[in-house]
């Protein structure tokens, strides 16, 4: 089945620097990439998706990248600010549609 | 128009209860999602339904776990005989269409927590 792993699992920046977090997946049929930021005690809340017939996609600060050849797809964050601090998870579709995702990077945002 | 809504919020039981946790998905989405969220990890998946089919329960951690959507709309997730590592957030999900690649839309997640 597939397994995605994400780095960094923590990632501290000053406001108005760029945030990069990684994931790479194992299943080259996987086809769909979302990225979800999960506020303490909240619902997991879609930012950005990517489909795998396209290798980028921008949504004003929010960037994702996908590179089918080497299995790996990474969020960018540019100009961040301190409601960006929460926790980004990456996820895979497998299959049926079930999300196979990351272990979570931890986001903080220093004013 | 409303989101994904799970009920309740929080739920305490002691170890050996059954417990029901209920998901309403958004109004016409045929696809619904369960996962397990456990404390500083990511979401992990326990069964999906199309409509009031269950095409995948592959996630499921025993068969203590059962999960229902008999008229295709709301689900329930059931637990019989909870045992402490049952404690987690369940998460419910829900999309507009099976296959393809739709995205999915999480309700805020009923924690659970056995004593």
């Known amino acids: 089945g597939e397994n995605v792993e994400q780095h960094p699992s923590t990632l501290s920046v000053q406001e108005g620097d760029s945030a990069v977090i990684k994931c790479t997946y194992s299943?080259?049929?996987?086809?769909?990439f979302p990225w979800y930021k999960q506020e303490l005690g909240k619902r997991p809340q879609l930012i950005i998706d990517?489909?795998?017939?396209?290798g980028e996609k921008k949504d004003q600060r929010i960037a994702v990248t996908l590179n089918k050849t080497a299995k790996h797809f990474s969020l960018h964050i540019t100009e961040t600010q301190p409601e960006d601090s929460a926790v980004y998870f990456c996820?895979?579709?497998?299959?049926?549609?079930?999300?196979?995702f990351g272990q979570g990077t931890t986001l903080q945002v220093k004013p | 128009g409303a989101g994904v809504s799970q009920s309740p919020r929080y739920k305490v039981a002691k170890r050996g209860q059954d417990v029901a946790l209920r998901c309403d998905p958004i109004?016409?989405?045929?696809?619904l999602f369960w996962y397990q969220q456990a404390l500083g990890q990511g979401p992990e998946f326990l069964t999906y339904?199309?409509?009031?089919?269950?095409?995948?329960k592959s996630g499921l951690p025993s068969d203590r776990f059962f999960a229902e959507r008999p008229e295709g709309s709301v689900s329930t997730l059931k637990i019989q005989r909870t045992q402490q590592e049952d404690s987690a957030v369940y998460l419910c999900?829900?999309?507009?269409?099976?296959?393809?690649?739709?995205?999915?839309?999480f309700g805020d997640g009923t924690r659970l927590s056995i004593l």
């Open positions: 999900a829900s999309s507009l269409a099976t296959g393809g690649r739709q995205p999915q839309h």
């Open positions: 299943d080259s049929a996987s086809n769909y």
């Open positions: 990517i489909r795998s017939n396209v």
């Open positions: 996820a895979a579709k497998e299959g049926t549609g079930k999300l196979i």
């Open positions: 109004s016409g989405h045929v696809s």
């Open positions: 339904f199309q409509n009031e089919a269950q095409l995948d």
